[in-house]
């Protein structure tokens, strides 16, 4: 999997948009750009993830340019909740999941009230 | 999202005992599982690949013989640490991929903490 690389740690106010970035640009045409968080002592949690498009779900946007070298994920109206470590994870993505996933060390986000 | 549960959610135990961990997968059936250990202020390091129905892949520098992993079902996956060791302490966590699903997002126990004393 390619290798990505996250600031260490990022401020963000409350209510206002959280731009998470992440460099990857050794990534392959078939690698997909994941993002997960992990809040203190819990397990990680999948956000979202995505290609080469644009993605949006309920928790997170995800931003990709056009040379696929690096990624954005946006959270549009941080709460103090969303304070964590955040993953950005390239890998291949196969039917049934047959690899385990390779953490570097994230970004850890806070927000300031 | 799927859920995985994990118990117990913590454990202290005394050195040179065993621990047993249970990974369960409660609304999919999981053929493929993943153990995970997190030493404090570090990122998950993946220890190994649990296989339903066969033996578990283990990661360089993980010990097969002192993490004992059973898959006997779609749904349950044990991690035991045998003879656990202060040393041994740290948060395990484990995952598994919705495996009938397109997309292999993982999904994650709430994790261990284990405490050897």
């Known amino acids: 999997d390619a290798k990505t690389t996250q600031p260490p740690s990022m401020d963000c106010a409350e209510g206002r948009a959280a731009n998470l970035p992440c460099n990857h640009s050794t990534i392959s045409g078939n690698e997909y750009v994941y993002w997960y968080r992990q809040i203190h002592s819990q397990g990680p949690q999948y956000i979202i993830h995505g290609l080469k498009n644009n993605e949006t779900n309920e928790m997170a946007s995800l931003i990709i340019t056009e040379d696929r070298k690096s990624s954005t994920l946006i959270l549009p109206h941080a709460t103090l909740r969303d304070t964590a470590v955040y993953y950005c994870i390239v890998r291949v993505a196969t039917r049934g999941g047959a690899d385990g996933l390779t953490f570097g060390k994230g970004t850890h986000l806070i927000i300031q009230p | 999202g799927a859920v995985v549960s994990q118990h117990p959610s913590w454990v202290i135990c005394k050195s040179g005992t065993s621990v047993k961990i249970e990974c369960r997968s409660l609304?999919?059936?999981?053929?493929?599982m993943f153990w995970y250990r997190q030493f404090p202020k570090q990122s998950l390091m993946l220890m190994a690949t649990?296989?339903?129905?066969?033996?578990?892949?283990?990661e360089q520098g993980v010990e097969k013989d002192k993490f004992l992993i059973n898959h006997a079902s779609l749904t349950l996956s044990t991690l035991t640490v045998t003879s656990a060791h202060p040393e041994d302490s740290s948060f395990y966590i484990c995952?598994?991929?919705?495996?009938?699903?397109?997309?292999?997002?993982?999904?994650f126990g709430q994790g261990t903490r284990l405490t050897v004393v």
């Open positions: 609304d999919f059936q999981a053929t493929t």
């Open positions: 995952s598994a991929n919705g495996g009938q699903l397109k997309n292999t997002e993982a999904f």
């Open positions: 649990s296989n339903e129905g066969s033996k578990a892949t283990y």
